[in-house]
């Protein structure tokens, strides 16, 4: 069982960074974050959980149009860790954001794909 869990959400005052960190563990023995679609995702009060950003085996990456040219998503293999570098931050970008890990094999890997692994979220509150 895939588990994961988040961290390094605060509060920011708007244009600032922060980077969150999703440590994953419980793969099967050959599997790693670099062998699953691994995703950001975000919640805001009452707002539906809207994709961030995913990033493939090979390592490519999608972003929500929100978010394109201020975050960055990336992984660590050697420590199993996914990452979601932000920049710029805006007012807007306050939710709860929660990592998730789906595996595809060679299949498109992006935030429409039903993710079965969650984290439990870290939040993160952006003010003007």
């Known amino acids: 069982q895939v588990q994961l869990v988040e961290s390094g959400g605060g509060s920011v005052q708007a244009g600032g960074s922060l980077r969150l960190s999703c440590i994953a563990s419980g793969f099967t023995y050959g599997y790693s974050v670099s062998t699953y679609c691994m995703g950001w995702f975000r919640q805001a009060p009452g707002k539906e959980r809207e994709g961030v950003a995913t990033i493939d085996t090979y390592g490519s990456t999608r972003y929500s149009d929100s978010v394109k040219g201020r975050f960055t998503i990336s992984r660590d293999n050697t420590k199993n860790t996914l990452y979601l570098q932000m920049n710029s931050l805006k007012p807007e970008d306050t939710a709860l954001y929660y990592c998730?890990?789906?595996?595809?094999?060679?299949?498109?890997?992006?935030?429409?794909?039903?993710?079965?692994?969650w984290g439990q979220g870290t939040q993160v509150t952006v003010s003007s």
């Open positions: 998730a890990a789906v595996f595809v094999g060679g299949g498109v890997c992006y935030t429409g794909r039903s993710f079965p692994y």
